[in-house]
């Protein structure tokens, strides 16, 4: 997307370089050099031979080597499942696969997966045509599965096939199969009580009764559909009797009318599981359908807006978002730009403005396409996702000091080497690639943050249909783009800027020391997320990306210019960039009152729970990278007047770091109808519903709710 003062070869060159580098991490992972994978399918079957019209059992044997894993049928919060897909001869019909118990798995990041570990054996019921077509059968599958550990995810696939004589049916593999079927969950009614409940909207819970106390007791969730995500499961204490009850949050509701499953696994002492396939008696309603009765003690979901105020939300959501911190840097270069354009043609000052606008409207369809992929793969979206990848953060890091440098006049950046349309001519002719990659990368530091109107606009948007995500992401792209287009419109309304002169290559200068600054706030969100040592890599290797376009614009675009500069690059991404995805281990820190006296706890929900108890609670949904949170928290949050409130009223502070894209923390933020940081939420003695104030927050948002507090 970007180069130097460079014909489109070298654009072509550079924009390669960097695809490949966030590609890279991903080749390097999924090859295993001359290594065999960690994971070895074959299939078996129960028989030697096959009998006309006396059905068999053939599975697929998965033999996976320590510290790996595969997943199953539901995969958890992340992955995709393994899946088998048999090729049988003609004639032959397969029954369902049979999934064996999984294994709960809490891997990094708190995320919870439903795993099979170092062996499994996944099988069906195989009935044969009363005439058998040949006398060998071939049977075969087609595999794909996803293998972890705890640094990486790797997909695989196969093909495997098991050829079986015709004949008298004598058996086979006869230990290995009773083994796994003796693990797979039976249909019957289990030795125990099993009651389903919907306490809330957003918690769906499970009692168990006449279990044995010192039994154990697993339940593996299998949701009605793919758009129903469950939280980590709670257990309460076992009372005396063996009773017990097991509680998932969900953080998206499905559509009604869907049966919920589950399997529940119990084993005493070292006898092997056992498990049950159990059914919900009562079709689970969708998360907004809460009775009368549990909506006077429970905090059921508001109903959302509808489509035109939505879209109305989101006009004036992408119109504030103009004047948040995370925008202000780039605002300032198009407004260079608007300056150096009032005495050209008005023509092509207002079709630059379009232009623009337009890569403003791409890259929020780009964000509305992800939404919808995101959710039709089963996942959530957040906005300022991307800040939570460090490729993808590095990335941004790198383009933003290509921009600071060709404000220094080392290079320009252009799309082409024949077409003007430079980015560098921001500051001269703006050419047309260049105004639309300026669209997109003034959109690109805007969703590091929320402003008003958006959290709740875009919580609401994403659980909408297609058609309506779309229309609500493009409405906040013309809320955006709005008053550029207005000034391009009307070129005379640029006399109230001032007229272009010499001052104008020390103020682009000026602009480049801006955009150094965003790379230091950038580089600290690295530092702040992945460790002091990462950030010092990622230094390193934008020292040496740096020095690249200095070679490059020394040498005036000559072809050794070209290839030199590449290599110094890629010299420098192949020597830093590893240190720099590494995260360094978290250090536990004591807790201690900052210098107003509020002590900031990390968010649990356990925490949370715990606290209720004693009084109100305040909890600060943030991150690193999201300059909205770090303004509200230095000039409202710690501030005497609201550290001397919390103090009075003895409110618990939480503080939910989201920088690392925590999934217990997204599952939370959700349940607030936001999907994106800042969030601030009051829960106050009394009150059965959280209190979700405003992103742009002010210090009477703050007070008041405390001031009606009873506490």
């Known amino acids: 997307m970007y180069v130097c003062r460079m014909n489109s070869r070298f654009a072509s060159l550079a924009l390669v370089w960097l695809l490949a580098w966030c590609g890279v991490s991903s ?28 059905p068999f059992t053939v599975g697929v044997r998965f033999e996976i080597e320590k510290e790996w894993d595969i997943y199953w049928q539901n995969v958890g919060e992340i992955g995709f499942p393994t899946k088998v897909e048999w090729e049988l001869p003609p004639g032959f019909k397969a029954g369902p696969l ?13 995320i919870l997966n439903y795993v099979y570990e170092e062996e499994t054996l996944l099988f069906a019921e195989v ?28 997909p695989g696939d196969a093909n495997v096939s098991l050829t079986i004589p015709a004949g008298a049916a004598v058996p086979d593999n006869a230990e290995l199969f009773a083994k796994w079927r003796a ?9 125990f009580q099993v009651t389903w409940h919907r306490g809330a909207a957003d918690k769906l819970a499970i009692d168990l009764a006449g279990l044995p106390k010192d039994s154990k007791a697993e339940f593996f969730p299998l949701p009605p559909a793919r758009e129903i995500k469950l939280g980590h499961p709670t257990w309460s204490e076992i009372a005396a009797d063996g009773a017990r009850t097991v509680t998932f949050p969900i953080e998206e509701g499905g559509a009604p009318g869907l049966a919920f499953q589950g399997v529940i696994a119990t084993t005493k002492g070292d006898a092997p599981r056992e498990g049950w396939l159990v059914s919900a008696d009562d079709q689970i309603p969708p998360a907004n359908a809460v009775t009368a009765l549990e909506a006077s003690s429970q905090a059921a979901p508001k109903a959302g807006p509808g489509l035109l105020a939505t879209l109305w939300g989101a006009f004036l959501g992408g119109l504030i978002l103009n004047l948040m911190p995370c925008v202000l840097p780039v605002i300032a270069l198009k407004i260079f730009g608007f300056i150096s354009q009032a005495g050209e043609d008005p023509r092509r000052v207002f079709r630059l403005g379009l232009t623009f606008a337009a890569g403003v409207l791409v890259f929020f369809l780009g964000l509305a396409a992800l939404a919808i992929g995101l959710r039709s793969a089963g996942h959530s979206f957040f906005w300022g996702m991307q800040f939570s990848d460090p490729r993808l953060l590095i990335g941004l890091i790198s383009i933003v000091v290509l921009f600071a440098l060709s404000m220094f006049g080392t290079f320009d950046i252009t799309l082409g080497g024949t077409a003007e349309n430079t980015i560098g001519k921001l500051a001269g002719h703006n050419g047309y690639g260049g105004a639309f990659v300026h669209g997109l990368f ?35 792209a013309v809320g955006m783009s709005l008053p550029y287009v207005l000034l391009t419109w009307q070129p005379a309304w640029m006399r109230f800027l001032p007229k272009p002169g010499v001052w104008m290559e020390r103020f682009k200068q000026l602009m480049g020391f801006v955009l150094l600054a965003v790379v230091v706030w950038l580089l600290g969100v690295v530092g702040s997320s992945r460790g002091v040592s990462a950030m010092t890599a990622s230094a390193w290797f934008l020292t040496i990306l740096a020095l690249a376009g200095w070679v490059f614009g020394a040498g005036q675009r000559r072809w050794w210019a070209v290839v030199l500069a590449v290599l110094i690059a890629v010299a420098g991404g192949k020597l830093f960039l590893p240190d720099a995805l590494k995260k360094e281990m978290p250090v536990t820190k004591s807790l201690q009152a900052n210098a ?46 609201v550290a001397d409130a919390f103090k009075a009223k003895k409110v618990t502070t939480l503080v939910a770091d989201f920088s690392d894209f925590d999934p217990a923390i997204a599952a939370k933020i959700k349940s607030y109808q936001r999907i994106g940081v800042p969030v601030y939420v009051f829960y106050l003695p009394g009150s059965p519903e959280p209190i979700v104030l405003p992103e742009a927050l002010t210090q009477s948002a703050i007070l008041a709710p405390l001031a009606a507090s009873k506490s």
């Open 27 to 54: 080749a390097q992972i999924g090859g295993f050099g001359d290594k065999a994978p960690p994971v070895t399918p074959t299939i078996v079957a129960d028989t030697k031979a096959i009998e006309a019209g006396k």
């Open 98 to 110: 049979q999934w064996p118990l999984p294994n709960a798995h809490l891997g990094a990041g708190d």
């Open 127 to 154: 009935t044969p045509p009363a005439e058998l077509p040949a006398r060998s059968i071939e049977i075969k599958a087609k595999l794909v599965w996803q293998m972890c550990n705890a640094q990486q995810c790797v």
């Open 183 to 191: 693990q797979t969950p039976k249909t019957g009614k289990p030795p």
């Open 442 to 476: 003034t959109t690109l530091l805007g969703t590091s943050c929320t402003a008003p109107f958006v959290g709740p606009v875009l919580g609401f948007a994403v659980t909408q249909p297609p058609a309506s995500i779309c229309a609500i992401f493009a409405t906040m």
């Open 596 to 641: 107003l006296g509020i002590v900031w706890e990390p968010f649990t929900e356990e925490r949370l729970q715990e606290a209720r108890k004693t009084g109100p609670v305040f909890i600060d949904f943030t991150a690193s990278w999201c300059p909205n949170c770090k303004t509200n928290e230095a000039l409202v949050i710690n501030t005497k007047a």
